[in-house]
């Protein structure tokens, strides 16, 4: 009964937000403001709405109500109370109502500010949100209902169908099959929701830039009314994305926290095109110029984020054949193409109307080297694309699969997050406008004398590995024009202002946030490189099976096997847990306890390394369940990970910088009229 | 004469011997190869049957008999090349890393570059475009052909180009205040 009430509330809803589609067009072009009124009001309304269907599948997961496909499929009665709620989004079916939740929640959000002179913006943003709204309401209610109940039908076979099927049973199991254990890991809980906060946020400045176009105006308000939804739609993405790492490295077991896998790169291209547009935006609100290329840029990166979406949720990576199964793919790829050709058919239409207000005047100004940066995210962009589609291309065209993994990744894009790097200290140096190579030059020299002691100091310690040499130079080259501006700054206000130097330095990050955050950002940004370089240079493994007592030698550290024991756990695990002793020249350093878990239900094993974690470097020992392993002996796959810990560190200094540059500045917004 | 025949069939016994054992002694320095040798293979492999999953992390039971295999061949002397051929002539090219460099895979190469260098060249004529249409209105401001102008940490252009960047950054906060 609550199945079909959550279902007839997604139909209903799904009405709603193509009624609001309907009204916002007839609205405009009429010039009916009642029309535009009823067209935001029943956006409005599609969220409470959604809410009360999504209350409702929560309430169907706590309780167990196993005769639903979906809830038999990510919970069981074991499970605890609170993944028994992270359920919600914890398979296909749940995972799109959640899109459809964010994205009523955050259009409903927009469409509640004062619009006053951006009225005419309004009933585009509405089209642009409803429309995609109803897209994945659709999907909900068509394909991937998690309404849907079992039946048995008259031959015999279980199907899920929302309306019973001709002569068939309900059927309803005792018990559910319980989340994918790989799901159950506090990384992987909040990975999905951030990541689509992050990809719904980007359908907010799209929709504003469509509406811009619609609308003919060519000034760069839809850029600053939206600038905060980028900034959070930015930093949702980027949580997610180091969230998914943090998560693959724990659970994985593989020993490192980024395989180029397909699903992985999917979510990092929306960001790679987000990030390009973050940074270009900033040309166009500074020097009227670029606006063409920010268009394009944000229609990437909403194109981006449907495609990802949809190469993670079509079972496309399996087989292009899977995809032409199922009809989720097909309606996905038919979504993409329209609103993409659509976009690009209106930007080309405008494209006049979005021309320079100023002319580039020198190769070596902040907005050529802005410029840049944007060509070599589109350089990685590329590369990221034609790596994940490229064997779907080979399939169709060949009949035969094949595999793009890591080495053509870090070949390719190797380079271009160098040049990224060098970029990320030379161009804030440069000057917005008349910037030559000489006032460049003159900036550069200083911050430059430190850097060019770096790889010498690091050669005589021993760091002959030419990447490893170019890369943390590059790093240091970052950090010390990162400084070198906050002091440079400081001084100068020091000078003038009679200011106490940590005055000074306060008082600047705070009347320039946005900048000065934006280097800590940068900063963050280095100090994960740190962490990159160290692994992806460094990393050793070697595996050994262990009787008791023996040990094992990896990097000047000796691991010792002392016990194994196997326990039953309150949620229907079977934990099979290894105690290793650590040493370094004879010192003991502390225990490991690699182990691995045994799911009774769904029967499937789960490898949680074992990780000694320091500063300079990570010992990750797995349990290696796949080989044999008895109490007296037991395989071992020991990892040195150095430096591995300053991405984590990284992440959390990234999270700082844009608090910095993103919290809300109360009395200039009520000014400016952001949202 | 009988003590002398034994003697001699000792003699040959134990130089057969002598003989024989650098060849004992040989095959019992091929012990059966390291876990370490089979994962420097099986790391370049992806399971045939999983997705995206390398060989040396894959837990499945056909994956494991997979590393045995590696294993065996490793000790049968095979060349690493050897054994990854093996592999694809049986499972097809998905199981390498990396698309094999034939036929309509050379896009998967030649691509990325090629688009790459695309956008350098479209920048590039765009920039010079640009500095042409910025020339003419400001005469004689960008001497960036002029040669031999390095750095120069002269003092006098030095404080002229921290006032500049003094009074810019200044103007840059009042702006914001």
């Known amino acids: 009964m609550l199945a079909q009430f959550g279902f007839g509330v997604f139909v209903l809803t799904f009405l709603l937000a193509l009624f609001s589609v309907g009204a916002a067009v007839v609205g405009y072009f009429d010039k009916s403001d009642r029309w535009v009124e009823a067209a935001r009001r029943a956006m409005l309304l599609t969220f409470p709405l959604i809410t009360l269907a999504v209350l409702t599948l929560a309430y169907l997961l706590v309780t167990g109500h196993y005769e639903l496909q979906y809830v038999y499929s990510v919970t069981s009665n074991v499970m605890p109370f609170y993944l028994k709620i992270t359920a919600l989004w914890g398979g296909q079916a749940g995972s799109l109502v959640l899109w459809s939740w964010l994205m009523s929640a955050f259009a409903s959000a927009v469409t509640l500010r004062k619009w006053d002179r951006d009225r005419d913006l309004l009933p585009w943003v509405i089209v642009v949100t409803s429309v995609t709204l109803a897209f994945f309401l659709s999907l909900s209610i068509l394909y991937e209902n998690p309404f849907a109940r079992w039946w048995q039908t008259t031959a015999g076979d279980f199907v899920a169908r929302m309306f019973a099927p001709a002569g068939a049973i309900a059927v309803t199991p005792a018990d559910g099959q319980g989340l994918n254990p790989l799901l159950r890991h506090p990384g992987m809980i909040i990975h999905p929701p951030m990541l689509y906060l992050g990809f719904v946020a980007f359908v907010i400045p799209y929709a504003f830039a469509i509406a811009a176009l619609v609308t003919g105006r060519s000034d760069d308000r839809w850029i600053r009314l939206t600038r905060r939804w980028t900034l959070v739609a930015w930093l949702f993405l980027s949580i997610g994305l180091v969230l998914g790492m943090r998560w693959a490295y724990d659970v994985l077991g593989w020993g490192g926290y980024w395989a180029w896998d397909p699903v992985e790169t999917a979510s990092l291209m929306p960001w790679l095109a987000g990030t390009a547009f973050l940074h270009s935006v900033m040309i166009q609100e500074k020097r009227g110029m670029f606006k063409q290329w920010n268009m394009l840029l944000i229609i990437l990166t909403y194109a981006l984020v449907i495609f990802g979406t949809f190469l993670t949720r079509s079972g496309v990576f399996s087989s292009v054949h899977a995809f032409a199964q199922s009809a989720i793919g097909p309606m996905f790829f038919a979504f993409i193409g329209i609103t993409f050709v659509t976009s690009v058919a209106l930007l080309i239409y405008r494209w006049k109307d979005l021309r320079a207000e100023v002319e580039m005047k020198s190769l070596f100004s902040r907005e050529a080297l802005f410029l840049l940066n944007n060509l070599l995210f589109m350089g990685v962009l590329i590369v990221c694309f034609w790596g994940v589609i490229f064997p779907l291309i080979s399939e169709l065209v060949t009949g035969q699969k094949v595999t793009v993994g890591p080495p053509f990744y870090l070949r390719a894009n190797g380079p271009l997050f160098g040049a990224l790097l060098a970029l990320m200290g030379i161009a804030p140096l440069s000057a917005w406008g008349r910037s030559t190579y000489k006032t460049l030059g003159r900036a550069l020299w200083k911050p430059f004398i430190p850097t060019a002691i770096v790889p010498v100091v690091l050669a005589v310690m021993g760091v002959h590995n030419w990447i490893a040499l170019v890369g943390f130079t590059l790093i240091a080259f970052v950090i010390f024009v990162t400084l070198f501006e906050f002091w440079r700054g400081a001084r100068s206000r020091q000078n003038k202002q009679n200011e106490n130097f940590l005055v000074a330095l306060w008082r600047l990050a705070g009347r320039n946030r946005r900048r000065y955050g934006g280097y800590l950002i940068h900063l963050s940004m280095v100090v994960m490189a740190i962490g990159i370089l160290g692994i992806e240079v460094y990393q050793t493994t070697t595996q050994k099976t262990l009787a008791v007592g023996e040990d094992i030698q990896i990097a000047g550290y000796t691991l010792r096997y002392d016990s194994l024991a196997q326990f039953p756990y309150t949620d229907g695990r079977i934990v099979t847990r290894a105690v290793i002793s650590v040493f370094r020249g004879g010192k003991f350093l502390g225990d490991i306890y690699p182990r691995y878990d045994y799911y009774t239900p769904s029967g499937q094993p789960m490898t949680i390394a074992g990780v000694r974690s320091t500063l300079a470097d990570d010992l990750y020992v797995v349990l290696v369940n796949w080989e044999n392993v008895s109490e007296a002996q037991a395989p071992f796959k020991v990892y040195h990970n150095p430096l591995v810990n300053w991405l984590w560190i990284g992440s959390l200094m990234f999270i700082f910088g844009f608090l910095v540059a993103a919290w809300p500045e109360r009395e200039q917004e009520k000014r400016e009229g952001k949202i | ?177």
């Open chain 2, 1 to 177: 004469m009988k003590t002398k025949i034994i003697f001699l069939l000792t003699i040959y016994f134990l130089l057969l011997a002598a003989a024989l054992i650098p060849s004992v002694a040989v095959s019992a320095q091929q012990p059966t190869p390291s876990d370490d040798q089979v994962n420097a293979i099986a790391r370049q492999l992806y399971c045939p049957v999983c997705e995206n999953t390398p060989l040396d992390v894959c837990p499945t039971t056909a994956c494991h008999q997979w590393r045995e295999l590696i294993r065996q061949m490793l000790a049968e002397g095979k060349s690493e090349a050897e054994i990854k051929q093996y592999f694809v002539d049986y499972y097809g090219a998905r199981v390498l890393s990396e698309p094999p460099r034939t036929g309509i895979n050379w896009l998967v190469y030649v691509v990325p570059p090629v688009a790459f260098l695309a956008g350098v060249t479209l920048l590039f004529r765009a920039f010079q475009t640009w500095k042409r249409v910025a020339k003419e209105p400001v005469t004689g401001v960008d001497d960036s052909s002029s040669p031999g102008s390095g750095p120069g940490p002269a003092e006098g252009s030095g404080t002229a180009a921290d006032e500049e960047y003094v009074a810019r950054l200044e103007e840059e906060l009042k702006k914001r205040k």
